[in-house]
């Protein structure tokens, strides 16, 4: 590598459902030519929107807000066709009952907050109100109907809860629409690969592998889950198979589906076309 290049700024949800990704990077990858900054979804969101980093996991619903800007790359995303286990409602009564009910959010979440507005909206014919919290189950359910949350904060209260119906919102999806849903891309700014198109082929590159190894070698990723994160090997070993990690036509389609969901309930201003990265492209960004 040129020494001349400044480091890939490179996003990290920081829960345990983008492990397989990030697993053997390290050891892919000249530690040089990146640094990881580990956040939320919504953190990495707005960083990414400022340019404090150029690539990375981000909410789907975020690339929807700035598609114009950005890119994504193929095979990689956060994904499920029907069951998800770590994007979970917590209620108090049964779906259609709390459709017009009160309704506390995550602050940590994009996609799954305007999934679920989707699916109260337009499948259940509710109108909701909605409020935003940090994501601690008591405190958010105390005075509602239902309570979002994603990532191992859902994983978490979901071994501990006793008293809540719990409602997986990629299965409520698939139900209704028999499609796939996308909750996290792998964006990267136009800009980044206009200056760098080698690094960032590289790190894809790296990136594919380390999904593909982790796949192959799961045993040391999940002993660590069981260590951070808690839970048994079982349980981890269906997480991480149940959760998707490509991205291809059949997650494509599923996610144009939900972007125009979110255009005609107004939660985006336009229905995002879905930019795919290449190497053959880079020459058309690159122009
Ligand atoms: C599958 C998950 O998807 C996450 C949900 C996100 C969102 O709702 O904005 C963003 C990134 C994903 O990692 C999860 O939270 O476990």
Same mark, same amino acid.
């Given at each position: 590598?040129?020494?001349?290049?400044?480091?890939?700024?490179?996003?990290?949800?920081?829960?345990?459902?983008?492990?397989?990704?990030?697993?053997?990077?390290?050891?892919?990858?000249?530690? !040089?030519?990146?640094?990881?900054?580990?956040?939320?979804?919504?953190?990495?969101?707005?960083?990414?929107? $400022?340019?404090?980093?150029?690539?990375?996991?981000?909410?789907?619903?975020?690339?929807?807000?700035?598609?114009?800007?950005?890119?994504?790359?193929?095979?990689?995303?956060?994904?499920?066709?029907?069951?998800?286990?770590?994007?979970?409602?917590?209620?108090?009564?049964?779906?259609?009952?709390? $459709?017009?009910?009160? @309704?506390?959010?995550?602050?940590?979440?994009?996609?799954?907050?305007?999934?679920?507005?989707?699916?109260?909206?337009?499948?259940?014919?509710?109108?909701?109100?909605?409020?935003?919290?940090?994501?601690?189950?008591?405190?958010? @359910?105390?005075?509602?109907?239902?309570?979002?949350?994603?990532?191992?904060?859902?994983?978490?209260?979901?071994?501990?809860?006793?008293?809540?119906?719990?409602?997986?919102?990629?299965?409520?999806?698939? /139900?209704?629409?028999? /499609?796939?849903?996308?909750?996290?891309?792998?964006? @990267?700014?136009?800009?980044?690969?206009?200056?760098?198109?080698?690094?960032?082929? /590289? @790190?894809?590159?790296?990136?594919?592998?380390?999904?593909?190894?982790?796949?192959?070698?799961?045993?040391?990723?999940?002993?660590?889950?069981?260590?951070?994160?808690?839970?048994?090997?079982?349980?981890?070993?269906?997480?991480? !198979?149940?959760?998707?990690?490509?991205?291809?036509?059949?997650?494509?389609?599923?996610?144009?589906?939900?972007?125009?969901?979110?255009?005609?309930?107004?939660?985006?201003?336009?229905?995002?076309?879905?930019?795919?990265?290449?190497?053959?492209?880079?020459?058309?960004?690159?122009?």
């Amino acid at each position: 590598m040129s020494t001349h290049n400044p480091k890939i700024r490179i996003g990290r949800i920081n829960y345990t459902n983008v492990w397989p990704i990030y697993y053997y990077f390290p050891e892919l990858i000249d530690s !040089n030519d990146v640094e990881i900054i580990e956040q939320v979804p919504s953190s990495l969101n707005r960083a990414m929107a $400022a340019g404090e980093i150029d690539m990375g996991p981000i909410s789907s619903f975020a690339y929807g807000q700035s598609f114009e800007d950005y890119v994504l790359f193929p095979d990689l995303s956060v994904s499920a066709y029907g069951e998800v286990n770590s994007i979970l409602l917590f209620h108090q009564k049964p779906l259609r009952e709390i $459709a017009n009910g009160r @309704i506390v959010l995550p602050t940590t979440s994009a996609s799954s907050v305007n999934l679920l507005k989707i699916i109260l909206e337009k499948f259940y014919h509710g109108k909701p109100t909605y409020e935003f919290a940090a994501p601690n189950l008591d405190a958010m @359910i105390k005075d509602a109907d239902g309570a979002l949350l994603i990532g191992d904060d859902a994983i978490k209260e979901n071994w501990r809860n006793t008293k809540y119906m719990v409602s997986d919102l990629g299965q409520e999806w698939a /139900k209704w629409t028999g /499609k796939w849903m996308s909750f996290a891309v792998w964006a @990267i700014r136009k800009e980044t690969i206009r200056q760098y198109p080698e690094q960032v082929a /590289k @790190i894809f590159a790296a990136f594919v592998q380390s999904k593909q190894q982790a796949h192959r070698k799961p045993d040391d990723m999940i002993k660590e889950a069981q260590v951070k994160v808690g839970g048994s090997e079982a349980y981890w070993h269906h997480y991480f !198979n149940t959760l998707c990690y490509d991205f291809g036509p059949e997650q494509w389609e599923g996610l144009q589906t939900y972007y125009n969901f979110c255009f005609e309930l107004g939660f985006l201003p336009k229905a995002a076309k879905i930019d795919i990265w290449s190497e053959k492209e880079k020459t058309r960004v690159t122009e």
